[in-house]
């Protein structure tokens, strides 16, 4: 069955830097869209960046420039490195699958079917 099992959060200074995992198991996740979500308290759920089939890759605009998102398909991993943190990057931070597409991946929680259960990224 599809999972999603994110890695690597913790507690960083600003300016520090974090890298998360997503380890995925019942499909491989370099044939479909993937992105990264994050949700922080009292807040609705953010898309930070998505990487589709071909590599190709959307960043929000609060973190085009500081996070990069990539994959490793030989581990059927995704990743997002996130540098020059910020406390308002203080989030819980979820990987997503939308099976559904490979290419035009959606801007849209809606459309992400498959959710991890989250790494905490608290910047303080």
């Known amino acids: 069955h599809v999972q999603l099992v994110e890695a690597g959060g913790g507690l960083v200074q600003p300016g520090g830097s974090l890298r998360l995992s997503c380890a995925a198991s019942?499909?491989?996740?370099?044939?479909?869209?993937m992105a990264w979500f994050r949700q922080a308290p009292g807040n609705e759920c953010e898309l930070a960046s998505t990487?589709?089939?071909?590599?190709?890759?959307y960043y929000a605009d609060s973190v085009k420039g500081r996070f990069t998102i990539s994959r490793d398909n030989a581990k059927n991993t995704l990743y997002l490195q996130m540098n020059s943190l910020k406390p308002e990057d203080t989030a819980m931070y979820y990987c997503?699958?939308?099976?559904?597409?490979?290419?035009?991946?959606?801007?849209?929680?809606?459309?992400?079917?498959?959710w991890g259960q989250g790494t905490q990224v608290t910047v303080s």
């Open positions: 997503a699958a939308d099976i559904t597409r490979s290419y035009a991946c959606s801007l849209g929680a809606w459309a992400y079917g498959y």
């Open positions: 990487i589709r089939r071909d590599g190709a890759t």
């Open positions: 019942g499909f491989t996740l370099n044939m479909l869209c």
